[in-house]
């Protein structure tokens, strides 16, 4: 009964965030394409851009999910009046963060003097990348709102703002890149105002929200200030910290490879990111899966219930390993018919068609590795997370990778293929060592709540 009641939660918990982040990556597939419709050089700015500015979101994003964690243990143990001290120190925090975005915006320029690049092409991506940098505090805040509501098993909200995110990027990238209605043609820079424009409509809508909400009332967000606060910024930075450093390394990790694959040709490069996108995309589901199980953990902790929370990890297990069965079959089966989508090059559609055999096997560990990660961010377990994914992603995953892509030590150079073997192998070492991690901070506090 418990096993059924924790995987409706899961589920209820679940499902609107996989929208919202479905939504956010066809934000940036759509600023992609719009931009590509206008010119070549105009879409290769807008990738240079987002290649800068990616790791800066990813970072800010990366230190407000801290606030999940903190704020669900909060409610959880019936202290709704800290849940806004501590939301107001994670905006200061984020501000902080997001005022440096701003002040690198100012100097960037004089950065790409040393990027070799050409003229129309360096300026077009240097005024994206500015756009986004300016519109930081606006995005840093969105994601403080956005965790303080998710944190407080409140997920709807973040699929209905996302989507009106959607709605409002597609139509400014129309406007701002071609043009319309006496505004100037800006081209690919086009798409970072629209980006920027977007940040600020998702933060005000969640802000209004979080304001005007009954479900949220009792919290009375913004009914005092909060000045900053040592104590409670540090405990929201040692949490966050080690997120963000986390999906940094996994993030570059990708690019790296990326990298590494260029000597290989076009094709190769082509059909492993046709294989890394849509892995991405099945990604989501595992990805909304732990975050669901993280603010469940958070609550259940608060309340004092650790053998329940060990339930609601389980549950998540079962379905994300379920999931990934089924999304693993539709990749074997329809390989082929998914690499058409993204080419019309039947050299690419052949070697993608390949590394999507791959990418099959890929989702049985990332599924398990990222719901061991986020479980552990539940239970603030947040540095051992990082090391471990360090160590598994770039010590073992890229090693192998290259050992096996680039070299004949073992096997003659498999390229590509080889770098997926070691995505494989560093997401099974992550599952495996964050497994026996989680499986041991669970134990330890279920033996803790005995002692008491």
């Known amino acids: 009964m418990a096993f059924k009641k924790e995987l409706k939660t899961i589920i209820h918990l679940a499902w609107p965030l996989l929208i919202a982040q479905i939504t956010q990556t066809l934000m940036g597939v759509s600023d992609t394409i719009m931009a590509g419709r206008y010119s070549a050089t105009d879409m290769a700015a807008v990738a240079i851009g987002f290649s800068f500015t990616l790791p800066i979101i990813v970072f800010i994003q990366g230190i407000t999910l801290a606030l999940p964690p903190i704020i669900s243990r909060l409610n959880g143990s019936k202290q709704p009046d800290k849940v806004a001290n501590y939301t107001q120190q994670m905006i200061w925090l984020a501000l902080a963060f997001s005022s440096l975005a701003v002040l690198f915006g100012f100097v960037f320029e004089s950065v790409t003097q040393f990027i070799q690049m050409e003229a129309q092409l360096g300026k077009i991506a240097v005024d994206y990348i500015q756009y986004i940098l300016f519109s930081m505090p606006a995005f840093a805040l969105y994601q403080v709102l956005r965790n303080y509501c998710e944190g407080l098993s409140i997920t709807k909200p973040s699929m209905v703002i996302m989507g009106i995110g959607l709605l409002v990027n597609i139509p400014a990238n129309y406007v701002l890149i071609y043009g319309k209605f006496g505004l100037p043609e800006m081209g690919g820079a086009g798409c970072g105002v629209a980006t920027a424009l977007v940040f600020v409509a998702m933060f005000i809508a969640t802000f209004f929200y979080s304001v005007k909400s009954k479900n949220l009332a009792q919290y009375q967000l913004f009914n005092r200030l909060y000045l900053p606060s040592k104590k409670p910024i540090l405990e929201c930075m040692k949490l966050g910290f080690p997120i963000a450093m986390t999906i940094l390394f996994e993030v570059t990790l990708f690019a790296v490879v990326a990298i590494l694959l260029a000597p290989f040709g076009a094709i190769m490069v082509a059909s492993h990111q046709v294989a890394l996108n849509f892995s991405a995309l099945m990604f989501m589901i595992p990805l909304s899966i732990g975050m669901a199980t993280s603010i469940r953990i958070g ?17 998540a297990f079962v379905l994300g390993v379920s999931i990934a069965f089924f999304t693993a079959t539709i990749t074997v ?29 890929f989702q049985f560990s990332d599924a398990i590795q990222v719901i061991s990660g986020t479980a552990l961010r539940g239970y603030k377990d947040t540095a051992a997370m990082f090391y471990l994914s360090f160590i598994s992603y770039w010590g073992v995953g890229l090693t192998i990778g290259c050992i096996l892509g680039l070299t004949d030590w073992i096997v003659p150079k498999m390229a590509g293929a080889g770098f997926w073997i ?22 330890k506090h279920i033996k803790q709540q005995e002692a008491h």
Do not use: H, W
Request: charged share 15%; glycine share 8%.
């Open 333 to 361: 089966i329809g390989r082929e018919s998914i690499a058409n989508l993204y080419s019309i090059d039947p050299a690419v559609i052949a070697l993608a068609s390949s590394m999507l055999l791959f990418a099959a096997m």
């Open 422 to 443: 070691g995505f494989i192998c560093g997401l099974t070492c992550a599952a495996i060592t964050l497994g026996i991690r989680l499986k041991y901070i669970q134990n």
């Open 299 to 315: 609550y259940l902790l608060g309340e004092g219930r650790p053998a329940q929370a060990k339930v609601a990890t389980k549950c």
